[in-house]
């Protein structure tokens, strides 16, 4: 699964993000809010200059074997862009959605800001947008339409990046009401519910919770034709190992968008002791991920013509 010869201007579309074998092996370092949590909880209170640190050791250490690095573009895309930590190989997925969101009596809304559009995504460098919704289907009736809301949003992504010639990468997270505790089918339920419906905007991509077992790969498998790729939501490296190869022999997903499960203990080392950490046990990670998809993954290339 190595493709350090590829060439990111040589690619496009989803090849841009993709390996030689149409796999995805994209490491997320776009933690804004997240990522000053993660510094506070280590006793470390973060400075700007301490975010756009970690970012750009992580790139160098890791770029070199994946496929794709999916950044903000607050603090990752200048401080990598500015370091050269990207490497050739490695496209570059940027995150569009803005960094603070509304909320309804404590349920998330989703909006876009039109500025952080494809264009400008493409004027940084990038290769996809990724776009950050939270989408939760069967909600109850009473005040604004939020799904309604969140669909509507990702309608726009998607036909902008059309327009722009650049993919559309729509992540979605679900979560309960205000006081609600969701059982895990029902959890599972609304993860598959939700990927239906963004799947039924034509996103280029999906980037999707585990939905808790392999029955619910086997339903996400049967909901979603375009590629989906799983993500790792800070879980423990080994239980994302079996998540992993679930998702891709079951679910049939195209690979991973994956980011703390590899690279979180970073967050609280400075300068050789980090460097020591991603060299032996952050890179061992990823070539584990990379192993775990290794003929299970299902190329993007088969499920864009299996639609």
């Known amino acids: 699964m190595n493709h350090a010869t590829d060439s990111r201007t040589s690619r496009s579309g989803l ?20 990522l000053k949590r993660m510094f506070a909880a280590a006793d470390h209170p973060a400075e700007a200059s301490d975010l756009r640190a970690v970012k750009v050791d992580v ?12 950044l903000d573009p607050t603090h990752g895309v200048p ?6 930590a990207l490497a050739a190989s490695c496209g570059l997925l940027v995150a569009a959605e803005p ?8 349920e998330p809304r989703t909006h876009r800001n039109p500025v952080f559009d494809a264009a400008w995504v493409r004027a940084m460098g990038g ?15 009473g005040g604004p339409d939020i799904a309604a809301e969140v669909l509507e949003v990702v309608r726009t992504v998607v036909a902008d990046c059309a327009a722009g010639g650049i993919p559309s990468v729509i992540e979605n997270l679900i979560y309960p009401l205000p006081g609600e505790k969701l059982t895990d089918r029902q959890r599972a339920d609304l993860i ?38 799983v993500l790792s939501a800070g879980v423990g490296f080994e239980e994302f190992q079996r998540v992993l190869c679930e998702a891709c022999e079951e679910g049939g997903a195209s690979g991973f968008i994956a980011g703390r499960s590899i690279w979180k203990e970073a967050v609280g080392l400075d300068g050789p002791a980090r460097a020591e950490f991603l060299d032996t046990v952050a890179r061992p990670r990823l070539e584990a991920c990379l192993t775990a998809v290794a003929g299970r993954a299902r190329p993007w290339t088969e499920a864009v013509s299996g639609r």
């Open 15 to 34: 090849a841009g993000i993709a390996d030689a074998d149409g796999v995805f092996s994209i490491v997320a370092m776009d933690q804004r809010n997240t």
């Open 59 to 70: 790139a160098a250490a890791l770029t070199p074997l994946a496929s794709g690095i999916l």
């Open 79 to 84: 401080a990598v862009t500015e370091a050269r």
């Open 99 to 106: 960094a603070d969101r509304g909320d309804y009596h404590g």
């Open 127 to 141: 290769h996809a947008v990724k776009f950050l919704v939270q989408l939760r289907p069967n909600r109850p009736p």
């Open 192 to 229: 598959v519910e939700a990927a239906a419906l963004i799947a039924g905007t034509g996103a280029d991509l999906i980037k999707l919770e585990y939905p808790g077992s392999v029955r619910g790969c086997r339903r996400i498998a049967d909901a979603v034709r375009q590629p989906w790729a």
